[in-house]
Structures are given as C-alpha cells and as structure tokens.
C-alpha cells in the first residue's frame, strides 16, 4: 500500500496495485524545499488535472508567463509545464486558499492532454487521474 520506493516506476503509473506514497510530503520537508501545493483545474470542466508544487520562483513565472509553471520536488527544478510535450497549460485564473498555504490554478489545456503517461493506444491522458480505487490495495482504470 505505501510507496517504499523500490516500486517500478511503469508498475507505479500503469499498474492496479494501489502504492500509495503516503511519506510524499515528509520527503519535501526533509529536503528544505519551500513549496505549496497546487491544484491544476481545468477552467472549463472542473476537472481536476493534478497536483503538483510551487516555489515563490515558480509561481511568480507562471503569474508572468500566464501559463502553469511548477517546482519539480524531485528533480529540484523549474518545471514550466508542457515546455518539451507541447502540452502547456494557460492560466486563467489562481485562487489561493484561506491559510495561504495552498494554490488552485485554473488553466486551458494548450496542447493534447495533460498527464506525462500515455493510454493503450499512446495518446496523452487528459488528466493525472485516470484510475479508480477498487479497494484498500487495488485500482481499476477509468
């Protein structure tokens, strides 16, 4: 069920077995990173594309470029979403939480999905949520 790290990284993104990775955020702050999580939306859907993390620098690009610019926790880097795949993300609009300690950035899908992982016939997923959970360790697709 948790994520120790030594799960396949396919078998983690195209898999059933439910791994979660429950120490996720522990290892952010273990690191010194200073980020808060942000929710992409889709502006028109309400669909919820995934989640990922700014820092100050990040976020100030993406209010500059107007398009989702994130801070990658694991490869300590600006990410400016969809700069290799095409896929860019506009902004239209950012909320910020009641205790400022979290960012929803509305955004218009640029390109041809969103989600880094392809479905059976290789296109781009149109969301990072493409799975259900079954069971306490289990996924279906859909």
Excluded at 97 to 110: D, F, G, H, M, P
Aim: proline fraction near 1%.
């Amino acid at each position: 069920m948790s994520n120790t790290g030594t799960t396949d990284e396919n078998e983690r993104e195209e898999g059933l077995a439910l791994q979660l990775d429950f120490d996720k955020v522990a290892k952010i702050g273990r690191a010194g990173h200073q980020v808060v999580p942000v929710v992409l939306q889709d502006a028109d859907s309400g669909d919820v594309l995934f989640i990922g993390y700014a820092n100050e620098e990040a976020f100030r690009a993406t209010l500059e470029r107007k398009s989702a610019v994130l801070y990658s926790t694991s490869r300590d880097v600006l990410w400016h979403k969809g700069a290799t795949s095409g896929d860019v993300l506009e902004l239209v609009d950012v909320a910020v939480n009641c205790e400022q300690n979290s960012l929803l950035y509305k955004v218009r899908k640029a390109g041809q999905g969103v989600c880094h992982t392809t479905d059976a016939e290789g296109n781009t997923r149109q969301t990072c949520y493409y799975r259900s959970v079954v069971s306490p360790d289990e996924l279906k697709f859909g």
